[in-house]
């Protein structure tokens, strides 16, 4: 990867200054980051493992010159994206979890970056991908468009977040037939903080719920042109071991969606 990223990372005095990182999320995700480690490399522990080779299956294309991570954590999306054939660079601005997939991946290149802000030049990459990160960056609108800045012609944004009708509201029960409940407004764009326990394993998450209007406005102020969008139902594999997921078959846990950075004359 060394020889293939030559030219696209800026030279240090024209990093962005660490003032204009998004330093709310990254002090919270600084704060959790052993937290998340163990929740993310827990094999089987969360919805990751029931909904990601999907995602990758079905949205993100076949690996080109290089694909960028946005809002990398401790890297197990860039790790299954490199066994998956993708040539990977991987940004996140929280340092613990930079130095965690360092550590666990020696051949892809992780920076420690924003993704408002990202240290490459414009056209460095053929697909982008944000997997569960545009709901927990500062500024999503602008890491859409930096996104959009750095994908070549043709390029594809791949994402994942969580549905905002998920984060709207919740089920009054863990049964597979609770009812869903919207207690506010789904329309409002508002912060989500809470602490979930499973296993002897704790995480706080703390991020924004935006409704899909918001992230539509983003991809469409970047100019890009949404390709896919899809609402997976939880597996059946995954109701079989566990009947109560079948919920997750009525309502959506996970929104997937491409959009293309258009070709000139398009």
């Not at 408002?116 to 053929?126: E, G, K, N, Q, R």
């Not at 969580?162 to 709207?168: A, E, K, Y």
């Amino acid at each position: 990867m060394g020889s293939a990223l030559v030219g696209t990372i800026r030279p240090v005095n024209d990093m962005p200054s660490e003032s204009d990182l998004g330093h709310a999320q990254a002090e919270h995700w600084e704060a959790e980051a052993a937290n998340w480690i163990a929740w993310a490399r827990t094999p089987g522990h969360d919805a990751y493992w029931d909904y990601s080779p999907r995602f990758f299956d079905e949205i993100v294309p076949s690996p080109g010159l290089r694909t960028l991570e946005i809002g990398c954590g401790e890297g197990r999306v860039t790790r299954d994206l490199l066994r998956r054939g993708h040539h990977m660079v991987a940004v996140d601005p929280t340092p613990s979890l930079v130095r965690a997939a360092r550590e666990a991946d020696r051949e892809s290149k992780y920076v420690l970056a924003d993704g408002a802000h990202l240290p490459f030049v414009d056209a460095s990459f053929d697909i982008v991908v944000a997997y569960n990160s545009l709901m927990d960056v500062d500024d999503m609108h602008a890491t859409v468009a930096e996104a959009a800045r750095v994908l070549v012609p043709g390029g594809h944004l791949c994402v994942c977040i969580t549905h905002p009708l998920n984060d709207s509201g919740t089920f009054e029960e863990r049964e597979a037939e609770a009812r869903f409940v919207i207690a506010g407004s789904y329309l409002d764009i508002h912060p989500f903080n809470a602490t979930f326990e499973r296993d002897g394993l704790t995480m706080t998450f703390r991020g924004f719920v935006y409704p899909v209007e918001a992230y539509s406005r983003a991809v469409e102020d970047a100019r890009l042109l949404i390709e896919m969008i899809r609402e997976p139902a939880q597996a059946e594999v995954a109701v079989a071991a566990n009947p109560a997921e079948r919920r997750w078959q009525r309502v959506p846990m996970f929104l997937f969606a491409r959009a293309v950075k258009p070709t000139v004359g398009d």
